[in-house]
């Protein structure tokens, strides 16, 4: 897709979607910032990318703390000197019933899922504003457009949340040339899926009309394509990849 000279923060991308998605965007040319609260696993993740001969690096850090972001976006800039792509992906998923969803539950969902993005995008803002094709990519999910099926409450209305966010976000900053979009996964073969039971992963299955789960790299393509100079005049979309979930 074209990606040479430009540079991609991704968070909580030391495995699953993310590392997709910065596995991608590295092959596409980008040079890529592996962020995630594993610091460990964030780091085997950069070394990988850059065993296969991609420029990597990558920070520790919990994205729904400003400290955090703060800290990441300066090392992206030192490291790279500059910041073009700013993909929102890190998230928890809690399969809690709705009579035992805690406020505990509640608020963490929401500061990992959502006020990371909004905090790494208002960081981002000043080095995307230098850029010369900007790109927030924000991942939602299919739970925020039909309420989830089996994940708890609060992730929903977290990926709901997210979808206003990047709304909100395309709407203010596209005097700057700044394009702000989201991707909906559907049901998508990742650790994240741990949270549900044998069973609830079965009935999930059954819900897609292609007849199979998403791979990290279905969702890495569609990244791909949001990141790059083919998307300049597309802001504001909501970008489902979900095998037809919709009509399941
Ligand atoms: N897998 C799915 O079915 C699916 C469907 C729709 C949307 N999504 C979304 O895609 C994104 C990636 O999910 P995944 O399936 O790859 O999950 P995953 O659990 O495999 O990976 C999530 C990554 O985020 C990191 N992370 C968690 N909290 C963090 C924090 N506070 N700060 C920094 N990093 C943190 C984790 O360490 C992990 O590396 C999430 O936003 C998720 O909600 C996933």
Avoid at 65 to 81: N, S
Wanted: hydrophobic fraction near 50%; aromatic fraction near 6%; include cysteine.
């Amino acid at each position: 897709m074209g990606l040479d000279g430009r540079v991609a923060l991704v968070t909580g991308a030391a495995k699953g979607i993310g590392f997709a998605v910065a596995d991608r965007l590295a092959r596409d040319g980008a040079r890529v910032m592996l962020v995630d609260i594993d610091a460990g696993l964030a780091a085997a993740s950069a070394k990988k990318l850059a065993g296969a001969g991609l420029e990597a690096e990558s920070a520790g850090a919990d994205v729904s703390k400003l400290a955090d972001v703060r800290a990441v976006v300066a090392k992206t800039i030192g490291r790279f000197g500059q910041l073009d792509i700013a993909v929102n992906n890190a998230g928890i998923l809690r399969a809690t019933r709705l009579e035992e969803v805690t406020p505990e539950e509640w608020d963490l969902v929401l500061a990992v899922n959502l006020r990371s993005m909004f905090l790494v995008s208002q960081q981002a803002i000043p080095h995307l504003k230098k850029s010369a094709a900007p790109r927030i990519i924000n991942m939602s999910s299919n739970s925020g457009r039909m309420g989830g099926f089996e994940s708890s409450v609060s992730y929903a209305a977290s990926k709901g949340g997210v979808i206003a966010l990047t709304y909100a976000l395309a709407g203010q900053l596209a005097k700057f040339k700044i394009t702000v979009n989201a991707i909906c996964p559907g049901t998508t073969d990742t650790d994240i899926l741990k949270g549900y039971s044998a069973e609830a992963r079965e009935r999930l299955k059954t819900r897609v009309p292609l007849g199979r789960l998403g791979l990290p790299e279905d969702i890495a393509a569609a990244a791909a394509y949001l990141a790059s100079g083919e998307s300049g005049f597309v802001t504001g979309l909501m970008l489902d990849v979900n095998g037809g979930m919709w009509f399941g």
